[in-house]
């Protein structure tokens, strides 16, 4: 015959560990929402604030450019 080994794991098997691990795993999650939520504004605000950025660096630089020279492709 097999013998079969059971493994019991360690510490407190109490109501606080289960209540414990749901606060742990709720936690987790809202970081987890709160980060692709964080991750999702960032790429609206970079798609476009990044030409803006662009053309006030070029109009704050020496010699200072016309509006329509910074904006032509020539």
Do not use: D, R
């Not at 742990?24 to 999650?29: D, H, I, N, P």
């Amino acid at each position: 015959m097999a013998s079969q080994v059971v493994v019991k794991g360690k510490g407190k098997g109490g109501k606080g560990s289960k209540a414990m691990e749901e606060k742990v795993s709720s936690t987790a999650k809202c970081i987890k929402q709160w980060s692709s939520w964080t991750f999702k504004k960032a790429k609206v605000v970079v798609h476009y604030g990044f030409i803006p950025l662009i053309i006030i660096i070029g109009m704050n630089s020496e010699p200072k450019p016309q509006i329509y020279q910074l904006l032509s492709p020539v």
